[in-house]
């Protein structure tokens, strides 16, 4: 069986250049000129565009002829290029002109953040490939621009928001987590206060309408408030369940 690195370049990844060989490669393998590499890489360029769309451009270069390096491109409305173009002219501070300048290996793969000279955010990518003795021979590049999915991104973002009413801060703002039990005791001293009668002083009709004025807040959905409600007006748990009952079946 052969060894599954010897197919690599056939299985959809770009050979290496390595000791004047295609880099994965065992018994039988051809020397890799540089046109062969060129002539290997170029099917990459139209097929990426194509997949990826028109905002994805795709660039191979020949970098032994840097006034000329462009051998292909997709999609060069993205940056204003075109084949037979400079390697100069394209996204702005692009951090692959700084591997150009100094020694590395055979293959060189960085994903980065660039920028057309108009102004709009690119996603970039760079395989630079070198000869036996580390001098850059060829790049493949490629620069997305994301601005269209930003715009996306905005527009999905706004669908979403929901203004709160005026003088009310935005939800999850300026506000601590709620605690439960602090919650319940609010409610609890809240309608206490509605009613205005001291729970030792209370009538019967006193605590139903504090029992009422409860659960219109929602204050029997908190497990344990019957027991808490009943320690507040001082009387039995069935009692508050008594009153709740009444609330709501009359």
Same mark, same amino acid.
């Given at each position: 069986?052969?060894?599954r690195?010897?197919?690599?370049a056939?299985a959809?990844?770009a ?6 060989k295609?880099?994965?490669?065992g018994r039988?393998?051809a020397?890799?000129r540089?046109?062969e ?10 097929l ?5 769309g028109?905002?994805? #451009?795709?660039?191979?270069h020949?970098?032994? %002829?840097?006034?000329?390096?462009i &051998?292909?491109i =997709?999609n060069?409305?993205? @940056?204003?290029?075109?084949?037979g ?5 394209g ?5 692959a ?7 590395g290996?055979?293959?060189e ?17 760079t ?5 036996a003795?580390?001098?850059p021979?060829?790049?493949l ?5 994301v ?10 973002r706004?669908?979403a ?5 005026s ?13 439960v #039990?602090?919650?319940l005791?609010?409610m609890? %001293?809240s309608?206490?206060?509605? &009613?205005?009668? =001291?729970?030792a002083a209370m @009538?019967?009709?006193?605590r139903?309408?504090v029992v ?8 029997f959905l908190?497990?344990?408030?019957a027991?808490?409600?009943?320690k507040?007006l001082?009387?039995?748990?069935f009692t ?6 009444e609330v709501?079946?009359?």
């Amino acid at each position: 069986m052969r060894d599954r690195r010897e197919g690599s370049a056939t299985a959809g990844h770009a050979p290496a250049v390595a000791d004047g060989k295609i880099a994965g490669g065992g018994r039988g393998t051809a020397k890799a000129r540089p046109e062969e590499l060129l002539s290997t890489l170029e099917p990459l360029v139209p097929l990426l565009g194509e997949l990826f769309g028109p905002e994805c #451009e795709v660039v191979l270069h020949d970098l032994r %002829r840097p006034e000329s390096s462009i &051998v292909a491109i =997709a999609n060069g409305h993205v @940056t204003g290029r075109r084949a037979g173009g400079p390697v100069v002219g394209g996204p702005v501070e692009d951090q692959a002109f700084a591997w150009l300048h100094r020694a590395g290996p055979p293959v060189e793969m960085r994903v980065y953040p660039t920028e057309t000279r108009d102004g709009r955010r690119l996603k970039s990518a760079t395989i630079l490939y070198r000869d036996a003795e580390g001098t850059p021979l060829a790049a493949l590049c490629i620069n997305y621009d994301v601005e269209p999915a930003l715009s996306a991104l905005r527009f999905l973002r706004s669908l979403a928001e929901v203004a709160p009413p005026s003088g009310e801060a935005p939800r999850g703002e300026g506000a601590a987590p709620v605690d439960v #039990e602090e919650a319940l005791g609010a409610m609890i %001293r809240s309608c206490l206060e509605e &009613v205005g009668v =001291a729970p030792a002083a209370m @009538t019967r009709q006193d605590r139903f309408e504090v029992v009422r004025c409860l659960d219109a807040q929602g204050a029997f959905l908190i497990r344990g408030a019957a027991q808490r409600v009943a320690k507040a007006l001082k009387v039995s748990k069935f009692t508050v369940y008594h009153y709740l009952d009444e609330v709501r079946h009359g």
